[in-house]
Nanobody, 125 residues
Framework: QVQLVESGGGLVQPGGSLRLSCAAS????????MGWFRQAPGKEREFVAA????????RYADSVKGRFTISRDNAKNTVYLQMNSLKPEDTAVYYC??????????????????WGQGTQVTVSS
């Protein structure tokens, strides 16, 4: 069992920034591809960003490309999501996820084995 704990969410004004962190348990963290997803009320959970096990390859949803950056520190078993130029439509619960069977970046939520509880991000004036 892999446990994931997100932190860093909160309330920010449009144009502001937040940095989300996801701390993972387990000694095999460095072999997992990791991803961030988000879900707004009444909407399906959607892909935001993903990173390969090595941290070399990344992929982003078109809606966040150029504004968000995913990174990881395998020595600390942690993945990050830096969010800049936030918009009201970014408001959602953000989840980190681990794909045990994938070392490369994947965008399908069905590939991910473990999920955190989520952290709320609200962008509003």
């Amino acid at each position: 069992q892999v446990q994931l704990v997100e932190s860093g969410g909160g309330l920010v004004q449009p144009g502001g920034s937040l940095r989300l962190s996801c701390a993972a348990s387990g000694r095999t963290f460095s072999t997992y591809a990791m991803g961030w997803f988000r879900q707004a009320p009444g909407k399906e959970r959607e892909f935001v960003a993903a990173i390969s096990s090595s941290g070399i390859s990344t992929r982003y949803a078109d809606s966040v490309k150029g504004r968000f950056t995913i990174s990881r520190d395998n020595a600390k078993n942690t993945v990050y999501l830096q969010m800049n130029s936030l918009k009201p439509e970014d408001t959602a619960v953000y989840y980190c996820a681990a794909a045990r069977r994938a070392m490369v970046v994947v965008t399908s939520l069905y590939v991910y084995d473990y999920w955190g509880q989520g952290t709320q991000v609200t962008v509003s004036s």
